[in-house]
């Protein structure tokens, strides 16, 4: 089992920046691909970005590459998710994810479904 906490949300101006976090509890963290995904109301939960545990590379969406990165210090059992430039349309709650499974093709990690465990969320406002 794996217990996942996210924390650093809040309410930011257009152009500025958060930086959230994600605490992992179990083991085996730095074996699971860790991914965040968000939601906006009325709206579907959309993939944000990912990160492999072993080789660390990393993938993200069309909208938010170049000014979001992910990472993750295994140390600490913490992913990271550093969002720049924020604008109001990255307004959403914001959840992370981990998946056990380790797929040869990435492309099932874009998939929320791949993923066993989630956070709670954490809301990010961007005010114009």
């Known amino acids: 089992q794996v217990q996942l906490v996210e924390s650093g949300g809040g309410l930011v101006q257009a152009g500025g920046s958060l930086r959230l976090s994600c605490a992992a509890k179990g083991r085996t963290f730095s074996s699971k691909v860790m991914g965040w995904f968000r939601q906006a109301p009325g709206k579907e939960r959309e993939f944000v970005a990912f990160i492999r545990g072993s080789v660390g590379s990393t993938n993200y969406a069309d909208s938010v590459k170049g000014r979001f990165t992910i990472d993750r210090d295994n140390a600490k059992n913490t992913v990271y998710l550093q969002m720049n430039s924020l604008r109001p349309e990255d307004t959403a709650v914001y959840y992370c994810?981990?998946?056990?499974?380790?797929?040869?093709?990435?492309?099932?990690?874009?998939?929320?479904?791949?993923?066993?465990?989630w956070g709670q969320g954490t809301q990010v406002t961007v005010s114009s």
């Open positions: 994810a981990a998946a056990s499974i380790i797929y040869y093709s990435e492309n099932y990690y874009y998939r929320g479904s791949t993923y066993d465990y």
